[in-house]
């Protein structure tokens, strides 16, 4: 007799899978896998001049402080290659994603036949993006490099970029910063720290490890 899983299960499976199995096949510079991810920041000025550091103390800030807006980050990271993209957004829309897809694809890895790219589903992360951001002709040329492989619902854990967004937190954003300009400057402070030290990431967890220890996910058959 069969029992039919709920349909999310099945889904989160079949996408879970789908990634691991990505991860698990070895470097190749003519097909890199890269992974992306966003988040939004909030932009935060001082309401009084903060005190500067002096020797042996931290700067002085007061709690106060004004709301500058809000900005996005968009993160691109070569988990084998240890490499990493940062940029800077207004906005985060399909226009705003696809700029940094091309970018992605014509000035860091525009020998690559094809790039792999490990994302979240949603809906600015597709094809119809850069439909809306080009014209058709680039657009083509530019979806025809891509290979699309998105992480389940509830499973950003999956996503390789979110480590490089969990570090560069830790790392840079642990500050008030008050313009674009700023938050910019800072970020590819950053990436060319990060990437001067050639910081890899060793996936472990495999398909075979998943239907182990989160079998109770999978189909009863």
Not at 84 to 103: C, G, P, Q, Y
Not at 168 to 184: D, F, I, P, T, Y
Request: proline share 5%.
């Amino acid at each position: 007799m069969w029992c039919i899983p709920p349909k999310q299960n099945a889904d989160f499976v079949a996408h879970m899978e789908d990634i691991l199995e990505v991860y698990a096949l070895p470097y190749d510079p003519e097909i890199p896998l890269i992974c992306m991810d966003e988040k939004p920041y909030q932009l935060l000025g001082e309401e009084l001049e903060a005190l500067p550091m002096n020797s042996g103390q931290t700067v002085k800030e007061d709690y106060k402080y004004v709301r500058c807006g809000v900005s996005n980050i968009f993160v691109f990271t070569e988990p084998l290659g240890g490499w990493r993209h940062v940029s800077v957004t207004d906005h985060r829309t399909k226009v705003d994603w696809a700029l940094s897809v091309r970018e992605l694809l014509e000035v860091y890895y525009p020998k690559a036949r094809k790039v792999r790219l490990v994302m979240d589903n949603l809906n600015t992360h597709g094809v119809s993006s850069l439909y809306e951001a080009f014209s058709a002709d680039v657009a083509l040329s530019l979806a025809k490099r891509l290979e699309f492989h998105y992480t389940p619902r509830h499973g950003s854990w999956l996503n390789v970029a979110e480590i490089e967004l969990s570090v560069m937190s830790g790392q840079c954003l642990k500050r008030r910063l008050s313009s674009v300009e700023e938050l910019a400057t800072q970020l590819s402070t950053w990436e060319a720290m990060r990437n001067g030290g050639n910081k890899t990431v060793n996936w472990q967890f495999t398909t075979a490890d998943a239907r182990i220890k989160l079998k109770s996910l999978y189909p009863k058959i």
